[in-house]
Each structure stands twice: as structure tokens, then as C-alpha cells.
């Protein structure tokens, strides 16, 4: 089934972008609950039912910076950031760090608190050299992130100032904590001072250093709390009310104007909701289309909520998720996706089938709204990039995010990949969903992992029963019909969720992980603390210790999803 993206009246991107108005454009902002509006007429007016939730979000707003040097003239352009901690002339000597890759890497946030890497904590023999930033403001060049921010604020600093490697600022946020905070993980939040300035005035700032010692003077606000959201989602209903359904979503709200992030992306969402909507009776499964609020200040407040809200429906219903993101880039020229085992071919199949290229999928990350992982759904996004040589997404999460940036060729490119997806996740007999893959996958990397860890951990049995289930999964698949009862669709989606779950979640289907990127697995990423460190060492026993556990939740996972395969095998 194709679905081309065409419409008689297609939304105008104005509707959907925050070009009427100068400065950040933050969830509530009143251009956001206007297209808000827009959304529920113009998919009301197409017969769609659209269910608008009010609710507080925990969002946190970045005010303004002022960075002054006393005795001079000199008061570069400065911005602080979503999650930062609030000051109000702060006055410390300045301490040059270098680059965000001198840092020494001694922390990393991969759980519930802060913990150890492989080489230590601060002040061990590991690192007899670090800095003491006791009653300083640090001068470091990067972008602000949660790991530097965490790192100096541990180093002793009273504030940081973050030198864009660009003559530009790019709003960002520093906390970890994904959605609203909860007693698990709100001592996470900083509560360090944080001002980015642009390079040339990093600059200035180091010739003054190279002079003598520099005083600066610092205030950054940024308000932090509790603030009403609104979140529109449109339903297409599938044959039964009981019928699976995939669910498609991108962020609303936007720094700035956000013409590419997100308002291409929240258009091409409508002109797909009206064109399956006028379909739906050649629907085999049902089609929610989402606009998440609260991406930007509240870290995914909006799609963290959906999920806590609504579970148990998601994980008896849904069948894959499907994420809008920075569509119609101006001059975009590769094409790539982000995608779990299960879907990868999906996603190989139809870039090749749509615009003859080929992709490689990389697993999921920590970022665009992926709220969906503990849930154990299966995840798909196209990307479409602009070439570092033609000056990459230079303009991201700044004001020059204008409706200029974005291309309606490259609009109209970037969404006939996902009705085509979409297209084959909701209207073909069988979920394309390859379930070997994901076996296969979870497989190769209990192999490295044991390579890694040596005789200091036995993964044999996990290996083992990943190779059980791959063989049954292989039968299962074999044994499937051309055309199969919607329910099987569900099973096929059980199988992989406890998979699902290890691969791509640490703290496991309810608490959502910090918002830091660790990779497929990241259970067993601790087997490079037994490589890196002495079997006598508190660290290296720790580490086991964390490593036994995981390897009993990875060999529960195995035995679950096999106990699935063999019952689907005999309902079949």
C-alpha cells in the first residue's frame, strides 16, 4: 500500500511554527497552545477524533546570562540553559579548563546517582592531578552537556562558562532526568550556574587570562517548576476497537522559531493523520498521532507522561513507535534512521524502495523523544542530513531556525519515507516486523561482551539460550500464515519486549533512564571495569557484582520470551 504525501489543502507551516514571534518558544508558549488549536480544528474538520490532555509538566525554563569582566567595557552575548542552576552576580576568579576533551572523565550518570567509571573516583591514584575549582567560575570550551556540568560542579566550581567551538550560541539543557522528576532521580537535577558565550569571545576571554588573572562577574536565571502542558493526540482507529495500533509522534514546542525542529516534522505529521484517516477502511491496524509538548525545557515531559498514563494500553495495544524529527532540512543530501533489530529492514526497504539509497540503522539513543523503550515498543525515524561540508545543521536550536530553512522538496521527500513505513506497519496482513534480527542482535553482543569480561564472567548460559530462542524464533517465522488474526501481531510484539528491555534500558520498564546515551546492552557495559581494574579492587568487585545481576535479568528475559515463541508456536 503507498500513500503519497498530497493533499488538495496542505497546512502551512506558519500554522505550525513560531515565526510570528522573536525568542525561545517554550512549552506553554502562546504560539504553541494556538497551534494547538490549529491541530484540533483542522483534524476535526477531516473527521479525525482528536483527545487534548491538560496536565503539569516539570519544565525549566532558561531566562537570561550576563557575563561582565569588572574594570572593563567587555559583556559578550551570553545565554544559560534549560536545567542550570539560577545566580545573580557571582563574582570569582575565572579558571581556564580547555576543552570539554581535557576534562578527566571520572564520572558517568548511567543509573539512579551518579557512579563511577572504570578508572575511579576523584582524588584517587587514577587522578592525582585533578583541579580543586573551589571558589571559581570554570572556562571550558564545548557545548553545555550533563557530563561536564556534572564533572566541574564535582571539581568544587561555583558557575561554568561554556565556549560555543562556533560563533554561535545553541540552546541545550544539562539535566539527565527524563520527564517529570520523581523520588528516584531528582537529586539529579543541577544546580550548577551555567552561561554559554560564542567563540570569538571565549577568545577574549583566554587572551585576558594570558594577561593576568581575570575577575568575572556572573548571573544566570533560569525558573524551574511545575507548569500546565497540553498535549493533542489524533486516533485513527483501526478495524476493532480492540485492534493493535502503531503510534506515530514529534515534538511540538520548539527553541525559537523551530522551522526544521520541529515544525516540518509537526506538518508532515497532519498531512499523514488526513491521508490515512481517508484510508482507514484499508487500515489493518489503528494509527495515533501525537504532538509532544515539553520537549525542549522538560526534557520529553510530554511523551514521558503519555507513557506513565496510559501503560498498560500501550503495552497491550501498541506495536511500534515511529518518531518526527527535524524534517525538510534545506540542502539535505544523506539519509540515515534510527531503528531497533526488529524494524531495521523495515527501514533498509523502503529508503532504498523510495529514493534508491541505502541506510544502515543505528540502534536507538537517549534523545527525541524515545519514551518508549520501557514499554518494550519497537522504534523507527528516518533522518536526512545536510553534509558537514555544505555547513551541517549549523542552524540547530538557534534563531536562524527559521520557516526558510526548511525545503518542501526535502519536506515532501523526508514524508513519503514514513507514509511508506507507515503505510506498511498499518496496512499490510502481517506486522513487517523480524524478529530474528533482534535475537540475532542481542546474540552477537552477549558474544563481545564476553570477549571483554574473559574468565572473570561466565555468559555461557545467556549465549546459549540466546542461540535456543533464535532457532525457535526461526521456526516461529517459518510457521507463520500469509494473513494472520491481529492478536498474533501482539504476540509477535511480546516476544521481543523483554529483549526489548535489556538492550535498550538500564533501570527497566518503569523508571525511564537518564537522558545519556549507553548504548545497546547497557547492563553489561560494566565487563570494561573487570578489563580496566585489578581483581582485588573494590571497583572491579563492584562491577561484578552489578554484572551478575544483569546477567540474571538477561537469562529471565531469554526464558520469557521463549515461553512466548513455543505458546504462539502452538496456537498457530
Known amino acids: 500500500m503507498r500513500i503519497a504525501f498530497l493533499d488538495p489543502e496542505p497546512a502551512q507551516a506558519s500554522d505550525l511554527t513560531g515565526d510570528a514571534a522573536p525568542g525561545r518558544s517554550l512549552s506553554p508558549d502562546p504560539g504553541e497552545n494556538a497551534a494547538i488549536d490549529y491541530l484540533v480544528r483542522a483534524l476535526e474538520e477531516e473527521g479525525i477524533r482528536v483527545e487534548v490532555d491538560s496536565f503539569l509538566g516539570y519544565v525549566s525554563d532558561p531566562i537570561s546570562a550576563r557575563i561582565e569582566v569588572p574594570g572593563t567595557d567587555f559583556a559578550p552575548e551570553a545565554i544559560t540553559v534549560s536545567g542550570s542552576g539560577s545566580v545573580e552576580d557571582l563574582q570569582r576568579p575565572l579558571v581556564d579548563l580547555g576543552s570539554l576533551d581535557d576534562l578527566p572523565a571520572f564520572l558517568t550518570d548511567t543509573g539512579e546517582r551518579l557512579v563511577l567509571d572504570a578508572r575511579g573516583p576523584p582524588g584517587s591514584e587514577d587522578f ?13 570550551t564545548g557545548t553545555p552537556r550533563p557530563g561536564p556540568v556534572i564533572q566541574i560542579s564535582r571539581l568544587g566550581a561555583d558557575g ?25 532521580n531528582y537529586h539529579r537535577i543541577p544546580d550548577l550556574p551555567v552561561a554559554e558565550v560564542k567563540r570569538s569571545d571565549g577568545a577574549r576571554l583566554r587572551a585576558m587570562l594570558q594577561e593576568g588573572p581575570v575577575q568575572v562577574r556572573m548571573s544566570a536565571e533560569t ?28 515534538h511540538l514546542d520548539s527553541w525559537h522559531h523551530g522551522g526544521t525542529d520541529n515544525g516540518g516534522a509537526n506538518v508532515a505529521m497532519l498531512e499523514l493523520a488526513r491521508a490515512f484517516s481517508r484510508h482507514q477502511d484499508r487500515l489493518k491496524r489503528g494509527l495515533l498521532v501525537a504532538w509532544w509538548p515539553g520537549h525542549s525545557n522538560g526534557r520529553y515531559a510530554g511523551s514521558r507522561w503519555f507513557v506513565d498514563h496510559r501503560f498498560d494500553e500501550l503495552r497491550r495495544r501498541a506495536v511500534a513507535y515511529v518518531n518526527f524529527e527535524g524534517l525538510g532540512q534545506m540542502g539535505a543530501k544523506r539519509f540515515g534512521a534510527n531503528a531497533t533489530g526488529s524494524l531495521a529492514g523495515l527501514a533498509r526497504s523502503v529508503v532504498t524502495e523510495e529514493v534508491g539509497d541505502s541506510v544502515d540503522p543505528r540502534p536507538p539513543g537517549r534523545n527525541s523523544d524515545q519514551s518508549f523503550n520501557g514499554v518494550g515498543l519497537p522504534l523507527l525515524q528516518f533522518n536526512h542530513y545536510r553534509l558537514q561540508e555544505d555547513g551541517g545543521y549549523w542552524w540547530w536550536h538557534t534563531p536562524q531556525d527559521t520557516r526558510d530553512k526548511v525545503d518542501a522538496q526535502v519536506l515532501k521527500t523526508d514524508a513519503d519515507l514514513y507514509a511508506a513505513a507507515l503505510a506498511r506497519l498499518l496496512a499490510e496482513p502481517n506486522l513487517p516486523m523480524d524478529l530474528s534480527s533482534v535475537v540475532e542482535r542481542l546474540g552477537s553482543l552477549l558474544a563481545r561482551r564476553q570477549e571483554i569480561a574473559g574468565s572473570d564472567l561466565d555468559l555461557g548460559k545467556a549465549i546459549r539460550q540466546q542461540e535456543r530462542l533464535l532457532e525457535a524464533v526461526e521456526d516461529l517465522e517459518a510457521s507463520l500464515p500469509a494473513s494472520h488474526d491481529p492478536a498474533v501481531d501482539r504476540a509477535l510484539v511480546a516476544i521481543a519486549r523483554p529483549l526489548h528491555r535489556v538492550l535498550y534500558t538500564l533501570l527497566g520498564p518503569y523508571h525511564p533512564d537518564p537522558a545519556v546515551t549507553q548504548g545497546a546492552l547497557p547492563g553489561l557495559r560494566a565487563v570494561e571495569m573487570l578489563e580496566a581494574n585489578d581483581p582485588d579492587t573494590d571497583r572491579h568487585r563492584f562491577a561484578l557484582t552489578t ?9 529471565e528475559a531469554l526464558d520469557e520470551s521463549h515461553s512466548r515463541v513455543l505458546a504462539l508456536l502452538q496456537d498457530l
Open 128 to 140: 592525582p592531578d585533578l583541579p580543586d575549582l573551589t571558589g571559581m567560575i570554570a572556562l571550558v
Open 160 to 184: 561554568a562558562i561554556f565556549v560555543n567551538p562556533e560563533d554561535r550560541l545553541n540552546e541545550l539543557t544539562t539535566t539527565t532526568v527524563w520527564g517529570a522528576p520523581s523520588l528516584r
Open 223 to 250: 525558573r524551574t517548576g511545575w507548569k500546565p502542558l497540553r498535549l493533542a493526540v489524533a486516533h485513527i482507529p483501526g478495524p476493532t476497537p480492540e485492534s493493535p495500533f502503531v503510534l506515530a509522534g514529534g
Open 547 to 555: 554484572l551478575l545481576r544483569e546477567r540474571a535479568r538477561i537469562l
